[in-house]
């Protein structure tokens, strides 16, 4: 059998491999514009569960990344006369199974009226808990300069009753609760 003929296997595979690479590629480029617009549509959706009176969301932007690590992002909420009405912010902590997000609603004052877990990686029937009505209304009403704990013995902070079983996940959303409310805590006193 020739030597050329052993390569030639190799050089066709070699090439199919190549083939499928760039058309991998070329509908990577040609659908990016779709599924980033896809990605702002949703996003904004759960903007809206948390604030349906909203007509606009306003980025807040400088965010210095070093005073907030777990920030991902934050928007003033206005509505249709540009006036603010409040605020919505999106922190993250490490979980049990990865980070969990948290996007959290709050009144131009500061208090905290909503919140959603957005990606949520935990165990089901036990991690998943956090995103129980039952569970995220404990945050509910508290506000800027509040800190948060899972722990009964820590002074100064407003317990919560974590998810019996899930602690590390109870521990993950109240953690990017102070993240959150530690940031409009700064925002809130930066408008005064």
Known sequence: MPKHNLFLPAVILCLICL?????????????????????????????????????????????????????????????????????????????Y????????AYGTDGKILRLKVLSNDETPGLGKKVESDSFLSQFVGQGAGQK????????????????????????AVTEAANIATGFIEQIISEVK
Do not use: C, H, M, W
């Open 19 to 95: 083939a499928t690479t760039g058309l991998v590629a070329l509908t990577y480029s040609i659908t990016l514009d779709a599924r980033n617009e896809q990605a702002v549509i949703t996003a904004n959706a759960n903007r809206k569960l948390l604030f349906p009176e909203a007509a606009d969301f306003a980025e807040i932007e400088n965010i210095d990344p070093s005073s907030f690590a777990g920030l991902v992002d934050a928007y003033q909420v206005l509505d249709a006369g540009g006036n603010a009405q409040g605020y919505l912010v999106t922190a993250e902590y490490r979980g």
């Open 97 to 104: 199974g990865g980070d969990v997000q948290v996007l959290i």
């Open 148 to 171: 948060f704990s899972i722990k009964p013995q820590e002074s100064g902070s407003y317990i919560i009753d974590a998810v019996s079983g899930a602690t590390i996940s109870s521990r």
